[in-house]
């Protein structure tokens, strides 16, 4: 199991991996609807099997839990029809569940954990805190960009995973990194209909703002005019 919660950090090592051995390493991308891993071996392996084979996707299967546990029931089949080394790329979230929903395949597994210098973690949050202000000032107040569509699918888990790591290095966000996490979690939770805990985030998020802000800054709202309610902060200059 490689345990890497950053799909930039996962694309960088697994370039080097096909510089450094560019015909021993094959890769299988698991679909939603995978069911279990011996039925993924099965519809894509078929011999010569490769030296070694990285299987990615995990945290995108609809059905994670009873892939891991069938995958579990089906253990012994594995080793018996594919003996080739696999590589597991897992997060937080799935290192959990695998532990819990599939120990005895867990306990056949090393894990190797793949972690970012605190420095770089603060650096990438910066950045997408700017590149989110930036997109919603860009597309105006009519409009409402999903945080998915300008980051993708990962970056919830990558921004959560980001500030847990930040915590066990005994670091915390400063107030403008916090106040632009707070909001990027309330802007799921409006999109979700969730409009209490969304408000909730947006009120933390401002509360961190307004102490940075000059006496002259305007508050204006994604989807409303400025003499609105906002649910979410909008333009901060």
């Known amino acids: ?10 694309r960088y090592c697994l370039g080097q991996l ?15 609807t995978d069911r279990n891993l011996y039925a993924t071996l099965r519809s894509h392996l078929t011999p010569p099997f490769p030296t070694a084979l990285a299987i990615l996707g995990l945290e995108g299967v609809r059905e994670i839990d009873s892939w891991l546990s069938s995958t579990n029931l089906m253990r012994n089949e594995l080793q018996n029809d594919y003996p080739v080394p696999l590589v597991l790329w897992v997060n937080d979230e799935i290192i959990k569940r695998t532990i819990r929903l599939a120990p005895d395949f867990a306990d056949w ?3 190797i954990e793949l972690t ?17 202000f930036s997109m919603v000032l ?20 990558e921004l959560r995973a980001a500030v847990r790591e930040l915590q066990n290095y005994g670091l915390g966000l400063t107030p403008l990194l916090e106040a632009n996490y707070q909001f990027a979690i309330g802007r799921d939770f ?7 805990r969304a408000i909730e985030h947006y009120q933390n998020s401002l509360n961190f703002w307004q102490p940075l802000l000059p006496p002259t800054s305007t508050v204006l709202v994604e989807g409303e005019t400025p003499h609105s309610t906002p649910p979410v902060v909008m333009d901060m200059s």
């Open 116 to 132: 970012v210098a605190p420095e770089d973690l603060l650096r990438e949050i910066r950045a997408a805190g700017d590149r989110l």
């Open 1 to 10: 199991l490689v345990h890497c919660n950053y799909s930039a950090l996962r």
């Open 190 to 196: 409006y999109l979700e209909d969730e409009i209490d």
């Open 109 to 111: 597994c090393t894990s």
């Open 18 to 32: 096909r510089q450094m051995y560019p015909s021993a390493i094959a890769e299988i991308a698991l679909s939603p």
């Open 138 to 157: 860009d597309v105006g107040a009519d409009q409402f960009p999903a945080n998915q569509t300008i980051f993708g699918d990962e970056y919830i888990s």
